[in-house]
């Protein structure tokens, strides 16, 4: 026969199992809430993201007819003042170009092409801005190296690795353009003399909105990566006293549609 001591024991036990499973119960509650918390929050960054990449998109189309008009008026002056005129709004409508390749698909339309003409393009643009930052821009390529590919979204994707490689490199600085044919293609590098990348980041610089630069805005090398895989390409970085992005590209015509990026 069990003691009455024995039910009060029985009770206390109860009692203080009954307590601690409370307790847990409402730790994990608080947990839930929290997280539930933070994902509502990630969720209203999101759409927020998403209602800027729209607004964005909006303003890139807005602003690109008036920078035709600007470039068209300065190309028929004449004089330095003219001519960096012309190349700052090439620059910017470059930037604007950017924004509106993050939210579309980008579908190549291949070509033979020489690619020395294309890397000294490049060269010639940029080399004004690199005399005025005390930066050497050099190429390597020979005359009958020959790409098939898309020609304006190699020169957007090598104009995105230049400036890149320009906005880190101190004065003095060189950038070496580089081209060689190989066995399935052509192969195609951007080299510097800059400080290089941080081990830890190599594997987020192709991803939207990372940028290690104040004055990058994250989207040069996510496009870099989607021209090159449009082409079916591959695209690999090494830095180790500097930074040099090795760009294959092969002899094929058939182009990758890829799906949208964006919201839009």
């Known amino acids: 026969m069990i003691s009455f001591e024995d039910l009060i024991t029985r009770f206390q036990n109860a009692s203080e199992s009954l307590e601690r499973a409370y307790g847990e119960l409402q730790d994990r509650v608080q947990s839930l809430t929290v997280e539930l918390e933070r994902e509502r929050e990630e969720r209203i960054r999101l759409e927020r993201f998403a209602a800027m990449g729209e607004m964005a998109m909006e303003l890139a189309h807005e602003i690109r007819n008036p920078l035709g008009s600007i470039e068209l008026y300065a190309s028929m002056l004449e004089g330095e003042y003219a001519e960096q005129i012309v190349r700052s709004v090439r620059l910017l409508n470059h930037s604007v170009t950017n924004v509106l390749h993050f939210g579309k698909p980008i579908v190549p339309k291949p070509a033979r092409m020489a690619l020395d003409r294309l890397l000294e393009g490049i060269r010639a643009f940029l080399q004004p801005i690199a005399q005025q930052k005390r930066i050497r821009i050099e190429m390597e390529c020979k005359p009958d190296c020959v790409a098939v590919a898309d020609y304006e979204l190699l020169h957007r994707m090598l104009l995105n690795l230049v400036l ?8 003095e600085g060189t950038v ?9 293609g052509v192969l195609i590098e951007v080299e510097d003399t800059g400080p290089g990348i941080r081990e830890d980041r190599i594997a987020q610089i192709f991803d939207p909105m990372f940028s290690t630069s104040r004055e990058g805005s994250g989207l040069g090398l996510s496009i870099v990566k989607r021209i090159v895989e449009s082409h079916r390409g591959t695209i690999s970085v090494i830095t180790d006293g500097g930074t040099r992005f090795s760009i294959s590209i092969p002899h094929n015509t058939e182009v990758v549609r890829e799906p949208l990026t964006c919201c839009r």
């Open 164 to 171: 890149n490689a320009m906005r880190e490199l101190p004065a």
């Open 176 to 184: 070496t353009l580089k081209g060689e044919p190989i066995e399935e």
